[in-house]
Nanobody, 120 residues
């Protein structure tokens, strides 16, 4: 089993920045593909970004490309999502996810989520 705990959410004005963190435990972190998803009120959960086991090949959704950056620190068992130039439409609960495959689409483990609210 993998446990994921997100932190770093909060309220920020449009144009501002936040950095989300997700701490993982329960399995060798460097063997996990990590991803970030978000779910806005009344909408389906959507993919935001993913990163491979060793930190290469970061990939972001078109809606956040150029504004959000995913990274990881395998020594700290933590994955990050740096969010810049935030927009009100980025308001959502952000979830960290993991799998033990080379798979950016399907995830087996999920965190509880952290709320991000962007005011206009």
């Amino acid at each position: 089993q993998v446990q994921l705990v997100e932190s770093g959410g909060g309220l920020v004005q449009a144009g501002g920045s936040l950095r989300l963190s997700c701490a993982a435990s329960g399995r060798t972190f460097s063997r996990l593909t990590m991803g970030w998803f978000r779910q806005a009120p009344g909408k389906e959960r959507e993919f935001v970004a993913a990163i491979s086991r060793r930190g290469g090949f970061p990939y972001s959704a078109e809606s956040v490309k150029g504004r959000f950056t995913i990274s990881r620190d395998n020594a700290k068992n933590t994955v990050y999502l740096q969010m810049n130039s935030l927009k009100p439409e980025d308001t959502a609960v952000y979830y960290c996810a993991a799998n033990s495959r080379v798979d950016y689409v399907n995830y087996d483990y999920w965190g509880q989520g952290t709320q991000v609210t962007v005011s206009s």
